[in-house]
């Protein structure tokens, strides 16, 4: 059974802070990995996907693989209280399609 | 706004009922996936579609059922509701069936009573 893991939370940070969000993976055949962000009663938004090892910025986040290690983390830069939402991690299930594996998601709460 | 669209919004039904979910993908998209979203779960897999045809299904009984049309539109039916299958209905599409970067539609929330 392939799995995807993370920290349910909640994730409490101050505003400017810097967010540290985890996720592990069981498959080591995994190649594609997404971060979304789910704001409460919303549908998942896409934030960023990244394929390969080492870091992949777009603006005020980062994500980081660790395919070795089966861990991806997103990382939030001066936090906003508009970040406060629940972040999914996802990974591509290579037998069905393209279809995405989520694991639970992390609630962050950024406090102003 | 990602250009994926559903119907209804929300919908009450009751246990034993059939229910009908419709989606709408991106211009330009011809693969649709569907998922079940649970509160406080992560959304779950469901089947995907691709050219009209099921490309891959999640572990669903055979009562979650499902279509691709012509236009790429989509529609997921569910017979016999249980109470479990109270849960947010995500419609995701992309842009083709190699590609892997899926957007998500608003969603429909199904309660079964």
């Known amino acids: 059974q392939k799995e995807v893991e993370q920290n349910s939370g909640p994730l409490s940070v101050p505003e400017g802070a810097i967010a540290s969000l985890n996720c592990t993976y069981s498959?080591?055949?995994?190649?594609?990995f997404f971060w979304y962000r789910q704001y409460s009663g919303k549908s998942p938004e896409l934030i960023m996907f990244i394929y390969s090892n080492g870091d992949k910025e777009d603006g005020r986040f980062t994500a980081q693989l660790n395919k070795a290690s089966q861990y991806v983390s997103l990382l939030i830069r001066d936090s906003q209280p508009s970040d406060s939402a629940t972040y999914l991690c996802a990974v591509i299930l290579n037998q069905a399609g393209t279809a995405l594996i989520f694991g639970k998601g992390t609630t962050l709460s950024v406090s102003s | 706004e990602t250009g994926v669209t559903q119907s209804p919004t929300h919908l009450i039904k009751t246990r034993g009922q059939q229910v009908t979910l419709r989606c709408s993908s991106q211009?330009?998209?011809?693969?649709v996936s569907w998922y079940q979203q649970a509160l406080g779960q992560g959304p779950q897999f469901i089947f995907q579609?691709?050219?009209?045809?099921?490309?891959g299904r999640g572990n669903f009984p055979p009562r979650f059922s499902g279509l691709q049309f012509p236009n790429y539109s989509s529609e997921l039916n569910v017979n016999a509701l249980e109470l479990d299958d109270s849960a947010l209905y995500l419609c995701?599409?992309?842009?083709?069936?190699?590609?892997?970067?899926?957007?998500f539609g608003p969603g429909t929330r199904l309660l079964v009573l």
């Open positions: 211009s330009g998209h011809n693969t």
């Open positions: 995701a599409s992309t842009r083709s069936s190699g590609e892997e970067t899926q957007y």
């Open positions: 498959d080591r055949g995994s190649q594609s």
């Open positions: 579609y691709y050219r009209e045809e099921e490309n």
